[in-house]
């Protein structure tokens, strides 16, 4: 028999609507794989197995009565520590936060997740307030001494080692793709507006976006329905995401690409071979693989980090008044340097954005496409040791320095943004991202479940077993 | 290498204190000369983004 933690959301939510599995077996066993798997990569900030247990037996209470409350009524679920979860402490990677007590109430999206039946399992570490400076205490999975991700690094490492079917993140510039990538699964950063970011410890309160993390494509459809403002899915969706991502395309699949602008990101050759080995697949289902010039995506950079930096220093004023030598150095540097930005050029961003969206959008329509196609990093998780700690640093063909400038443009925009799993050459994985329009989150789901449908991606999960492997880099 | 000037130091100690803030200053120096350098090009492809953008506004 397959065991439980193996299933993806919509497998385990298809079981629990069959009745072949309960939610607390399915919780349990990842609490089980937890206990596992965690004292090899520290992927968890918190975890309350008890309060888990006791929400699964209600979900079980409610299915058995009839009254389950969809398909996330019974899934175990995760939350970087950036987002409140009631009787939770939200401590966000900070010794500023160590001696938070516990929320007194959800955030919006777990409000809405445990509305849908989500259990919740527990908090994942992040980097401090999700800026990436740091080092968490979470390992890269597959290989101790390489990087495991942005800043969404605990959601991502829980489901890629299969602790949790699906988790929920943080991206201001790239944090639930970038660990998505580096991980092997599914990450979405969903259109602006879908998901109240009300209860989060945001960067910047524009660009910000909570979304899932998952193991598989329609995993991210599901969440995304439990988690998004309702009446928002039902404009954007004519109702369910997941609905909307299996139903048949209008007409043909056709995606865009600039490989010229992969060159100037400084995308190293295994990574571009395995994003086009991707693009054959889908071209092989039919799909078409459209050449554009896209160069002006290259204009997000520079205004994100102008709009995200700069609407950090209200976000964080009060924190730093009262605590400012218990932030890392780093966090500071990056909040200061948002405090010095004139005032001229962060309104110039702000006003750059629509424009900016409207040129993708009319690229995207003028050439009938449903995706922008790019890798999402430019390189495979670089070894600790040695990698640039900027994010915008230019490097080798082993720097991330490219990676906010590849992804940016969809938190400026608001566009959605889609990291899925596309090879793993060297036992390192590759992400390729989607670019697509305005509430076309439903869309990129489902080009990423036709290209997980003839080219399944959890062939290998990292520490199955986990005896003996990766063993704890500190120890 | 860059240092402050009077009046970012001025922001940032308002921000961090005054001692944090002479700590972390070379450090900040650095960043936000950084970003000042990309600004010109920012701010020329930004103007042009919206100049095209209300070009073509319906």
Not at chain 1, 36 to 42: E, K
Not at chain 1, 67 to 76: F, L, T, V
Not at chain 1, 278 to 300: C, N, P, Y
Request: glycine share 10%; net charge negative.
């Amino acid at each position: 028999m397959t065991e439980l933690w193996r299933l993806g959301v919509e497998d385990a939510s298809q079981a629990l609507a069959d009745g072949s599995l309960s939610s607390v077996d399915l919780v349990r066993s990842s609490i089980e794989r937890i206990a596992a798997t965690d004292p090899h990569v520290h992927a968890w900030a918190f975890v309350d197995a008890d309060a888990a247990l006791a929400e699964a037996r209600q979900s079980d209470a409610r299915r058995r009565a009839g009254n389950a409350r969809g398909p996330m009524d019974g899934i175990p679920v995760g939350v970087k520590d950036v987002i409140d979860v009631a009787g939770m402490p939200t401590r966000g990677g900070s010794e500023s936060l160590a001696d938070a007590g516990p929320a007194e109430r959800d955030a919006v999206s777990v409000a809405r997740l445990r509305d849908a039946g989500g259990v919740l399992l527990g908090k994942a570490h992040t980097y401090e307030f999700a800026f990436g400076q740091g080092q968490p205490p979470t390992l890269n999975p597959r290989d101790p001494a390489r990087y495991a991700g942005g800043s969404s690094i605990g959601s991502g490492v829980a489901v890629a080692v299969g602790d949790a079917p699906a988790m929920l993140g943080t991206d201001t510039g790239g944090s639930i793709r970038n660990p998505a990538s580096v991980n092997g699964i599914v990450g979405l950063k969903p259109s602006a507006g879908l998901v109240s970011t009300e209860g989060a410890i945001t960067i910047s309160r524009t660009m910000d976006a909570i979304g899932p993390l998952t193991a598989s494509a329609l995993g991210c459809a599901i969440v995304l329905d439990a988690i998004a403002d309702p009446a928002a899915r039902d404009r954007a969706f004519g109702g369910s995401v997941a609905d909307s991502a299996l139903r048949p395309p209008a007409g043909p699949l056709r995606i865009g690409v600039d490989r010229d602008l992969w060159s100037r990101w400084g995308v190293g050759e295994p990574v571009r071979t395995a994003i086009d080995e991707s693009l054959a697949r889908l071209a092989d289902t039919g799909a078409e693989i459209v050449e554009l010039d896209l160069s002006f995506l290259d204009a997000a950079l520079t205004a994100g980090l102008v709009v995200s930096l700069s609407e950090s220093v209200p976000e964080h004023r009060s924190r730093l008044r009262a605590a400012a030598a218990e932030y890392l150095p780093g966090t500071r540097v990056m909040i200061a340097t948002g405090a010095l930005i004139d005032p001229a050029d962060v309104q110039l961003a702000l006003r750059m954005r629509h424009p900016l969206r409207r040129r993708i959008e009319r690229a995207l329509s003028a050439a009938g496409l449903t995706a922008i196609a790019a890798p999402t990093l430019p390189a495979g998780a670089p070894l600790l040791a040695t990698m640039a700690s900027e994010l915008t640093d230019a490097g080798d063909g082993e720097s991330l320095g490219s990676a906010l400038r590849m992804l940016s443009a969809a938190n400026l925009t608001g566009l959605p943004g889609l990291g899925i799993p596309s090879g793993e050459p060297d036992g390192r994985p590759i992400g390729m991202h989607l670019l697509g329009r305005m509430y076309g989150d439903a869309e990129l789901i489902a080009v990423a479940h036709r290209l997980e449908s003839i080219s399944p991606w959890r062939a290998r999960v990292p520490l199955d077993p986990v005896i003996s492997q990766a063993p704890d880099a500190r120890e | 290498m860059s240092a402050l000037s009077s009046g970012d130091l001025e922001v940032v100690a308002e921000l961090l204190g005054a001692d944090i803030a002479g700590e972390d200053a070379p450090a900040i120096a650095a960043a936000i000369t950084d970003l000042r350098a990309s600004l010109p090009e920012f701010r020329a492809i930004a103007a042009e983004l919206v100049r095209a953008g209300e070009a073509t506004d319906d």
